[in-house]
């Protein structure tokens, strides 16, 4: 079986970026605890907390599932498009934070928040469907999801913390 279907091959990526994945879900909690008050006087916003939360446990929940030995990878697509499906029907379900009174919203400002919030998640479904179908690359599309999830997360994290006390 090639690499890019072989849940075995991809061993210690899974593990760095399960604990990379923890960890930042732990100082998640942190940054929201600190700016508890401000975060909750927007619309949205305590839920751009749980989205962010999302991203970091279905980037862990990915990893844990590739970690279990001895699976197919058609076990390993069937459980990864059933945690993408998870986190498309909860990121649907979240409102985009409004921005503070008097400022417009702009037209790009939504479709960017929609492509951070989805992209991971998109692309998750897709590395998914590669994986248990063995075709158009499988784990490196489950890789690429990883990334987009962790990089949406820190980058709301970040306006959970900083952005937020501007």
């Given at each position: 079986m090639s690499v890019a279907y072989d849940p075995e091959q991809w061993h210690d990526?899974?593990?760095?970026?399960?604990g990379a994945s923890a960890a930042?879900?732990?100082?998640?909690?942190?940054?929201?605890?600190i700016n508890v008050d401000r975060i909750i006087k927007y619309k949205g916003l305590p839920e751009r907390g749980l989205e962010t939360l999302a991203m970091l446990l279905s980037a862990l929940v990915v990893c844990v599932a590739g970690l279990m030995p001895g699976q197919?990878?058609?076990?390993?697509?069937?459980?990864?498009?059933?945690?993408?499906?998870?986190?498309?029907?909860?990121?649907?379900?979240?409102?985009?934070?409004?921005?503070?009174?008097?400022?417009?919203?702009?037209?790009?400002y939504v479709l960017g928040r929609q492509v951070v919030r989805l992209g991971g998640a998109v692309v998750l479904a897709v590395?998914?469907?590669?994986?248990?179908?063995?075709?158009?690359?499988?784990?490196?599309?489950?890789?690429?999801?990883?990334?987009?999830?962790?990089?949406g997360a820190v980058g709301n994290a970040w306006v959970l913390l900083v952005e937020i006390l501007r």
């Open positions: 990526l899974f593990v760095a970026m399960a930042l879900a732990g100082l998640l909690f942190v940054a929201v605890s197919s990878h058609a076990a390993l697509g069937i459980e990864l498009l059933a945690i993408a499906a998870v986190l498309l029907a909860i990121m649907a379900k979240l409102p985009i934070a409004d921005l503070p009174d008097g400022i417009k919203v702009p037209s790009n590395g998914a469907l590669a994986v248990l179908f063995a075709a158009l690359g499988g784990l490196y599309w489950v890789t690429a999801a990883i990334v987009l999830l962790t990089l």
